[in-house]
């Protein structure tokens, strides 16, 4: 999953945040219209790109960082693609398939004993 993190959120972090209208087109279908926010949600993908470099060397001790991306990838399937879908309103849709396969794989693929075990 790590190894993953780093390709995927390697490159839509850096074309977010150094090339955000590329980001625009290729990241987000052109679904959406442009603007600085891009590059927020670059720097989101850039924090996780980060930690998914050390999870591939600490993957336990990373491990939050997988459950950061199960809340936030779920919430927005929930709260935003969905209602969008049901709407009929544009959505990245490629986007939204791949949250949700990230979505049913992150349960798997999450220590759990470990994050929720006391020092």
Not at 1 to 9: F, G, Q, S
Not at 16 to 24: C, H, I
Not at 53 to 61: A, I, M, S
Request: charged residues 5%.
């Amino acid at each position: 999953m790590y190894a993953a993190n780093v390709l995927v959120a390697g490159w839509i972090s850096i074309s977010s945040l150094f090339f955000p209208k590329v980001a625009q087109q290729s990241v987000f279908s052109n679904d959406f219209v442009y603007s600085e926010a891009i590059r927020l949600v670059g720097a989101l993908w850039g924090a996780i790109f980060i930690l998914s470099l050390l999870g591939l060397f600490y993957p336990e001790n990373m491990s939050l960082v997988l459950l950061f991306q199960l809340i936030y990838k779920s919430s927005w399937l929930l709260f935003a693609a969905l209602p969008a879908l049901i709407q009929q309103q544009p959505f990245p849709r490629y986007m939204a398939l791949f949250f949700l396969v990230w979505v049913i794989l992150l349960p798997f693929a999450i220590p759990w004993s470990t994050i929720f075990v006391k020092p």
